[in-house]
């Protein structure tokens, strides 16, 4: 826990000393983030290192497991409450504590399932599609050349045994 505030402190310095604002005078996202993350250490209602944020134009997004409704809720909270947030997409999954470990090593076969899947997919293995999975629930994130690209990797996402739900948060390249 001390460890990971030095590091928070570290970063919020780093950022201190760059402006926090872009040009049009909107908060910058890594200032958003954070500021989220620092708040959430602060909070004892939330278990800070089991979440990660992460904001794109105002809107802070939370992934990870958290142990009880409150927690997720308490964090979405926090997030909203930050200055610079236009909105909060909260993917956080609950896991009860005694789950937690064997959910973990699920998740991490999950991710490898999935990766091996969309390797072996011609128009898919070069796509450069980050995958992060929560209690079965696989987040596919990046950026790709093609639209038709985001609908075919969630199929073959989908078709991988075990995975519960896709959130699809890939962008096409600009």
């Known amino acids: 826990m001390r460890r990971g505030l030095v590091v928070l402190a570290a970063i919020a310095t780093t950022l201190a000393l760059s402006p926090a604002t872009s040009g049009a005078g909107e908060m910058k996202d890594s200032w958003v983030t954070t500021k989220t993350k620092m708040a959430m250490v602060k909070d004892d209602r939330v278990k800070a290192r089991r979440v990660k944020v992460e904001t794109q134009d105002g809107v802070v997004i939370l992934r990870g497991k958290v142990a009880t409704t409150e927690e997720r809720t308490a964090a979405e909270e926090i997030a909203r409450g930050i200055a610079g947030t236009t909105s909060v997409s909260n993917a ?12 973990d090593a699920k998740d991490g076969e999950l991710e490898k399932a999935v990766k091996v899947r969309l390797d072996k997919d011609d128009r898919l293995k070069d796509a450069g599609i980050e995958v992060r999975a929560d209690n079965s629930v696989v987040t596919l994130m990046g950026k790709i050349a093609d639209p038709k690209l985001k609908t075919r990797a969630a199929d073959v996402t989908r078709g991988v045994p075990g995975v519960k739900a896709v959130r699809n948060e890939l962008a096409q390249k600009s």
């Open 92 to 103: 956080l999954q609950v896991v009860p504590e005694d789950l937690r470990k064997s959910v």
